[in-house]
């Protein structure tokens, strides 16, 4: 939370970032970022009192892009009531910002140092101004999807259905895990868990069955059951390196950020899939 006090703490603007946090709007090459916070006020406040609020962003806990994003501003000056009301402040962020941050986040959810500052207009306050910082923290879907509303990025969000068929349970467990291990930069271990996770797929249905009769057809004579098959099988296979280390072939395998999140995803589309 932001605390602005005025007049040695007569009253304050609290600011606390608001359930709906961001929009994204977009523009050419740069870009309308707006965060949303409740703003309610606490001690004996000059009734419609009017301020003027401003202040600067800043990226915090990203490795290489540490420092300064933008300066905040209002559309106009904020009332604080008797109730909680929004109020939105925005920023301008350009397009290289937009890169450097999505290279540096890595998946990670994004957060920002704000300092604000707001000044009463009008009233007879000793000191008309106050100041405070806090730390605004954006999830990684919530950015994800704002990103894909302006066609810099898409995010896909896979649900894997909660179920009692204990070897799908396990199967999701394992994604949530191989999640977290990629937070962790544990990206052979999320490759692991999500060949883990296949052995739920593949024993859901005749897949061995399905898989031999498809290796025995030329590509475009198979039917969909068995290009599934294929599929499945190539996943699991390919996974498969992450785990073990033969010699001359799978000792030699690397696996980066990016292989991670898109074995975490294949493997949960094909998990999903099972519901239908």
């Known amino acids: 939370m932001v605390q602005l006090p005025f007049d040695n703490r007569q009253y304050s603007l609290n600011l606390v970032p608001a359930r709906d946090l961001?929009?994204?709007?977009?523009?050419?090459?740069?870009?309308?970022?707006?965060?949303?916070?409740?703003?309610?006020?606490?001690?004996?406040?000059?009734?419609?009192?009017?301020?003027?609020?401003?202040?600067?962003?800043?990226?915090?806990?990203?490795?290489?892009?540490?420092?300064?994003?933008?300066?905040?501003?209002?559309?106009?000056p904020a009332v604080a009531r008797d109730f909680k009301t929004t109020l939105t402040v925005y920023l301008s962020i350009n397009e290289e910002q937009l890169r450097r941050l999505e290279k540096d986040r890595a998946g990670r959810d994004l957060q920002l140092t704000v300092d604000f500052r707001a000044v009463a207009l009008g009233g007879d306050l000793t000191w008309p101004a106050a100041e405070d910082q806090g730390i605004v923290m954006i999830p990684h879907s919530e950015w994800g999807k704002a990103l894909a509303q302006i066609e810099l990025g898409a995010y896909v969000d896979v649900l894997v259905p909660i179920t009692l068929v204990e070897g799908r349970a396990t199967a999701a467990k394992r994604l949530r895990e191989a999640k977290q291990a990629i937070q962790n930069g544990q990206f052979e271990h999320a490759v692991t868990l999500s060949r883990g996770s296949l052995d739920a797929v593949r024993d859901s249905y005749a897949h061995d069955a399905a898989y031999?009769?498809?290796?025995?057809?030329?590509?475009?004579?198979?039917?969909?059951?068995?290009?599934?098959?294929?599929?499945?099988?190539?996943?699991?296979?390919?996974?498969?390196?992450?785990?073990?280390?033969?010699?001359?072939?799978?000792?030699?395998?690397?696996?980066?950020?990016?292989?991670?999140?898109?074995?975490?995803?294949?493997?949960?589309?094909?998990?999903?899939?099972?519901?239908?």
């Open 212 to 276: 031999r009769t498809a290796v025995g057809k030329k590509a475009k004579e198979r039917n969909q059951v068995e290009r599934w098959a294929m599929v499945i099988q190539a996943a699991y296979d390919l996974f498969s390196g992450a785990p073990h280390d033969d010699p001359g072939t799978t000792e030699h395998f690397t696996w980066p950020r990016a292989d991670a999140v898109a074995a975490v995803a294949i493997a949960s589309g094909l998990l999903a899939r099972l519901e239908d």
């Open 22 to 76: 961001i929009t994204l709007q977009s523009g050419f090459g740069v870009h309308r970022l707006g965060l949303r916070f409740d703003l309610t006020a606490t001690g004996d406040y000059p009734k419609n009192a009017v301020h003027q609020l401003s202040g600067e962003a800043w990226v915090r806990d990203l490795p290489g892009v540490q420092g300064w994003l933008g300066t905040l501003h209002t559309e106009g």
